[in-house]
């Protein structure tokens, strides 16, 4: 579908020198000689790569439809995890490269927001945080204070964390799937 340079908006998807990019912002810019364009800021949905452009606001550019989908996390497999369509039951092997860091925090059933273009998963959004049991937790350092320190402990699924003071092997707690920072202990 094309549209004008004007009407894009961030979080639009285009087709842009054979590639799809996510529109991260636009700025319109009316310079004092010449005619106004839309500066635009994207990121390449597969490699990540990030570029600015110009469009003047008469050019047109290719906007792509994606399909979001909840799918369900079955099992990993090497490099990749395998989802599975709730509606249809059909199975999708993703790439972890895809998903990125917060594979670490995949676990069997859970339900992703994967997002496709013919057929084929651009990205993979995991619930906002999930809750993991602390396995390993280093010692309190005596002295430090309890409000400002932290200390290293390993979850179930072999990531490390900082964990409050508090905290130790076999408490569950909630991480953020983003970032794995904890947020808080996790209620029995």
């Known amino acids: 579908m094309k549209i004008n340079a004007i009407d894009i908006k961030p979080g639009n998807v285009l087709e842009h020198q054979n590639k799809l990019w996510l529109v991260l912002k636009r700025e319109l810019v009316q310079p004092g000689k010449g005619g106004a364009f839309a500066q635009v800021e994207l990121r390449d949905l ?3 790569t990030k570029l600015n452009e110009r469009f003047r606001t008469q050019e047109t550019v290719e906007r792509v439809r994606l399909d ?8 990993m497999d090497g490099g990749l995890a395998t989802f599975m369509d709730n509606d249809t039951f059909e199975q999708i092997a993703i790439p972890r490269e895809t998903i990125g860091d917060p594979a670490d ?20 959004e995991l619930p906002p945080n999930v809750v993991v049991e602390v396995v390993e937790a280093d010692p309190v ?11 290293p402990g390993k979850l179930e699924n072999g990531r490390r964390v900082m964990i409050p003071p508090h905290i ?3 408490t569950r707690i909630v991480v953020s799937t983003a970032d794995g920072s904890y947020l808080e202990r996790a209620k029995d």
């Open 68 to 75: 979001e989908k909840e799918m369900q996390f079955l099992f």
């Open 46 to 48: 597969r490699g990540g």
């Open 141 to 151: 350092v005596r002295g430090q204070t309890a409000s400002s320190s932290y200390k």
């Open 168 to 170: 130790g092997p076999g």
């Open 105 to 124: 925090f995949l676990s069997e059933g859970m339900v992703c927001q994967v997002m496709l273009h013919e057929g084929s998963a651009l990205s993979v």
